[in-house]
């Protein structure tokens, strides 16, 4: 069918020119905060990059967010053309010194635009695949993104991140807006239609893991290519985020930032205390990905104490006696990024699984538990480590090998391989108590609950299976090491100077060129890493480009089948509708995109907000059936319903309503729009809500 929206080729170059455009804007923040913050001064490309795109990012938010109506739809045009300015006056300044403190230049170096060019080829291979089986699809989750696109709507209402649901629902709104102002600034730019925004911006996003991924693996490991490695893999093996499209657009967005909040883990560790202005920068970095989808940042604060108590050295000193406050402070400047959020879970809203959430958990039982932990399982629904299962099967045997290298005498040699070790050890023991919290003995317990508000069980999964992924990878990161660095100093590549990337391998701190060389490996035959790597590389590549691009329509299609009458529906109802309809919709219907057409009218009700009220949950199940009783028709005045949405079978989560007894009243209610599976019906004489 005929999509609203723009064709695929277009789209792929349009968004691609979107990221392009908001770099400038990105280090023009990134340039002046270089002053006082080192995890700012990041001297590779790759890692610039997703700075840059970030801050820019950081920067909608927070206009967003700016008391006033200043998010209108030229808004992020008006940001991009002013930090473009900016960067070129800073790049003037710096070039005559008159700009305060010079930023380390950008490695430009052959080795390093060759890893550069590699990662890019791997983000842009899985950034074609997901646009292409993107904009062959309608929408997407019609649940998550319907309320990505409720928060669209009332952005293009009120000019302004949205703080409520008013007037579309009632209620404060918990869920984090960061995602939100991604997909407006594309929406303002390109005027897409708001019913596809989240679906067709969110590919973007998923292709930016794999180098994200290098940036972790290179600075833990103090190889570029270690990192090249993880990078890679990432893109060939580990197969989420980017299959996770039923949903949690928003963990998509935030997965890139997770990962680059990951590499610098090890700066918390070091002989000295972390400087103040890189507690700073970790808690900028936690809070622009707090910002977009808070349970990565959640994760790495309550992992980083425990990961500090069991580094190696002494726990006392000036370090140890200092990361409490350090630590604090972080998560400080990262809550100020979600203070909207929190104000409205302390006042009662649901949080990130879902602003719209259903009432009390029936918890989780131990056999989900175990399927949300175990790397080792291979049954049908076990997709989060890959839903492929030869890549599953070599995930789990490439963990057992990496698992070895950091156990096994006259293995075990090199700390940064060690420290991910333990790292992960810290992410399962977490990801594990709050999982157990969520357990259905404690679920529906007070503290329970508070905690399920913030967190997903799902991608808590996800972050694990992250952490058990990097493990897997590091037998590749060693053929990779062998290869490209042959001549790799015996000791492992020098300690990052404070707020820059891993120095590459050479003459230590210190010590000058003309003093005698450090002793080197030999060069081992380059053909044995060559062959192992493309066998353990092999597998992912033929199944990613071949069976990625089903499985993701079969996905898509069982989450958002959406018809070229629904659209038609949407379409019909903003312009003939008064602005303060109240609109009945099923759980999952597209009329859930509604409010992005027409953000004044009132929706009953978004996703499953209504599945804690007894009335709607009655009037939809008898709906579902093709039932209207006496008593739903009293429903039907009690919630004050205007007109009637009827669509065909939109997800395979919920029924849709049938629309044969309503066409069978005509009297109680006229039909005022039919196309194919798709009804709009009157309501004759409503009452208004209690």
Do not use: C, K
């Amino acid at each position: 069918m005929s999509l609203p929206g723009p064709a695929a080729i277009p789209w792929t170059i349009d968004l691609l020119l979107f990221a392009a455009a908001v770099l400038p804007l990105g280090e023009f923040l990134r340039r002046i905060g270089a002053r006082w913050i080192g995890l700012l001064r990041a001297t590779d490309p790759i890692e610039v990059g997703l700075l840059d795109l970030y801050l820019a990012g950081a920067a909608f938010f927070a206009v967003g967010y700016w008391p006033g109506a200043w998010y209108a739809p030229e808004t992020p045009a008006a940001l991009l053309l002013l930090g473009g300015a900016g960067t070129g006056i800073l790049l003037g300044m710096g070039a005559r010194g008159r700009f305060g403190r010079r930023l380390p230049p950008i490695d430009r170096s052959r080795a390093t635009l060759a890893v550069a060019g590699a990662l890019l080829a791997a983000g842009l291979g899985v950034y074609l695949l997901e646009v292409a089986g993107a904009a062959a699809i309608p929408t997407g989750n019609t649940f998550d993104s319907s309320v990505l696109t409720t928060f669209l709507g009332l952005v293009s209402l009120h000019h302004s991140l949205p703080l409520a649901y008013a007037p579309v629902g009632a209620g404060r709104i918990a869920y984090p807006q960061g995602t939100t102002a991604w997909l407006a600034a594309a929406q303002g730019l390109f005027r897409l239609p708001p019913a596809r925004t989240s679906l067709l911006v969110t590919p973007l996003f998923l292709a930016l893991g794999p180098p994200a991924a290098y940036v972790w693996g290179g600075r833990w490991l103090g190889s570029r290519s270690a990192g090249l490695a993880f990078g890679l893999g990432f893109a060939l093996l580990a197969s989420w985020t980017r299959v996770l499209v039923g949903g949690s657009n928003d963990f998509v967005l935030a997965f890139p930032v997770v990962l680059l909040l990951w590499s610098w883990v090890p700066r918390w560790t070091g002989p000295h205390p972390i400087p103040w202005a890189d507690v700073a920068g970790f808690g900028l970095l936690a809070g622009i990905s707090a910002s977009l989808n808070p349970v990565g940042a959640e994760l790495t604060f309550l992992v980083l104490p425990l990961f500090f108590l069991v580094r190696p050295g002494p726990r006392a000193g000036a370090g140890g006696r200092s990361f409490p406050v350090r630590w604090a402070a972080a998560v400080a400047i990262a809550l100020a990024f979600t203070g909207p959020s929190l104000s409205a879970i302390g006042s009662g809203a649901s949080g990130v699984a879902s602003s719209l959430a259903s009432g009390a958990p029936a918890g989780l039982s131990f056999g989900q538990i175990v399927g949300l932990t175990d790397p080792f399982l291979f049954r049908t629904t076990d997709v989060w480590f890959s839903p492929f299962p030869l890549v599953r099967a070599e995930l789990a045997l490439l963990l057992v090998a990496g698992a070895g290298l950091l156990v096994l005498p006259g293995i075990r040699e090199r700390p940064g391989e060690v420290a991910l070790g333990r790292w992960t050890a810290g992410v399962l023991a977490v990801v594990g108590l709050l999982l157990l919290s969520q357990s259905r003995p404690v679920a529906a317990a007070g503290w329970a609950r508070t905690i399920g508000a913030v967190t997903s069980s799902a991608e808590l999964s996800i972050l694990l299976l992250t952490a058990y992924a990097a493990v897997a990878l590091l037998p590749v990161a060693r053929l990779f090491t062998a290869f490209l660095d042959p001549e790799r100093p015996t000791a492992d590549a020098r300690p990052a100077p404070s707020g820059g990337p891993p120095a590459p391998p050479g003459p230590p701190a210190g010590r000058s060129r003309s003093a005698p060389p450090v002793a080197r490996r030999p060069r081992p035959v380059p053909l044995v890493p060559v062959l192992l790597a493309v066998l353990v590389l092999f597998p992912g590549a033929a199944v990613t480009a071949t069976g990625l691009p089903p499985y993701l329509g079969t996905l898509y299609h069982s989450f958002g089948n959406v018809s070229a009458a629904d659209f038609e529906l949407l379409d019909w109802a903003a312009g003939h509708l008064p602005a303060s309809a109240r609109v009945l919709v099923a759980p999952g219907s597209a009329a859930g995109f509604l409010p992005g057409y027409l953000p004044t009218a009132t929706i009953l009700f978004p996703m499953r907000s209504g599945a804690g009220n007894a009335t709607y949950q009655g009037l939809v199940r008898d709906l579902d059936r093709g039932l209207l009783t006496a008593s739903d028709r009293a429903a039907l005045a009690l919630l004050g319903v205007e007109y009637v949405a009827v669509t065909g079978n939109n997800t395979a989560l919920d029924a849709p309503f049938d629309p044969a007894p309503l066409r069978a009243d005509p009297a109680g209610f006229p039909l005022l729009f039919a196309d194919g599976d798709a009804y709009l019906f009157a309501v004759a004489a409503p009452t208004g809500p209690p």
